[in-house]
């Protein structure tokens, strides 16, 4: 037993957990692999990040094929291959999913923020915006503008 935890292997509890984290596997019912078969409570099909693993693991340890490796771990190769490709960039991260969609204003840079936090604060942001474009040929939208002078 884990000093703290009444039983480690739960399945309500870490169901719980895995779906407040966002971890939950999109395909639970595909997981055929014999390690998520039921008897083992320490491999849980649910667990998004514990089937990656143990598909990149049946490849790399127990020489599984790829198409073998994702059919059984309820992943196309296609997957395996993102999958395989972000662990060996990120390590054990690299089996969580990537936020999607932007990550932040990618027009600010460094330049343009100075120039924001140089700016007379009685400014309106549509007005910085118009001379950000009119100087440094970069279109932003004023509330994209506030945002920046706020932080």
Known sequence: MVAGVTNPVDGNARRSALEAAGLLHPRPEAVTATLFDGQRPFFFALDK???????????????TTVSAAAETHGYSRAA??????????????????????????WKLTAELLQHLREADSGRSGADLAEEIERVFGVHLHRRTVERARRQ
Not at 49 to 63: G, N, P, W
Not at 80 to 105: I, K, Q, T, W
């Open 80 to 105: 395996f291959y993102l999958v395989a490709d972000s662990f060996a960039e990120r390590g054990m991260r690299g089996l969580f999913d990537e936020p999607r969609g932007r990550r932040g204003p």
């Open 49 to 63: 990040v514990q089937v990656k693993y143990e598909m990149l693991r049946a490849h790399i340890v127990d020489r």
